[in-house]
């Protein structure tokens, strides 16, 4: 059974709770690594600068604490293998809807590979409330 290395593990828990809890459903049956969590300042500036984001501190999800949007990639990491990123995405969102009917989250979530224009697979961010 995979599981998370010591860095994935402090990263996730710098992450919103139902994010924690879904990740560590998925972990038992596909692997994969955690590439970011929560964002301090000059991190979420260097994201900026490299191009992993478009948004400056504090207005990306990842600046909130806990970190509303996690990054995961599988593991190993093959930057040019899209489906299996679409598979993990795929898999996270099933068992996302499993443990809403569950009642174990109440999150929803939005992923960064279905944006239009800038593709950001790694990128699951919680839904805001809508009322
Ligand atoms: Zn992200």
């Not at 964002?39 to 909130?64: D, I, K, V």
Request: hydrophobic share 40%.
């Amino acid at each position: 059974m995979p599981k998370f290395s010591q860095q994935s593990q402090l990263k996730l828990a710098t992450c919103h709770p139902d994010l924690q809890i879904v990740c560590r459903a998925l972990i038992k049956q596909y692997d994969f690594t955690v590439l970011e969590g929560f964002r301090a300042q000059a991190a979420q500036e260097a994201a900026c600068a490299r191009g992993a984001s478009r948004l400056h501190w504090p207005h990306s999800a990842h600046n909130q604490q806990p970190s509303r949007a996690i990054d995961i990639a599988p593991y190993p990491l093959d930057w040019q293998d899209i489906r299996r990123f679409q598979e993990m995405i795929f898999r996270f969102d099933a068992l996302a809807e499993y443990l809403r009917l569950k009642r174990k989250i109440s999150s929803r979530f939005i992923y960064g590979g279905y944006w239009a224009g800038l593709r950001d697979w790694p990128h699951i961010e919680i839904q805001e409330e809508t009322k």
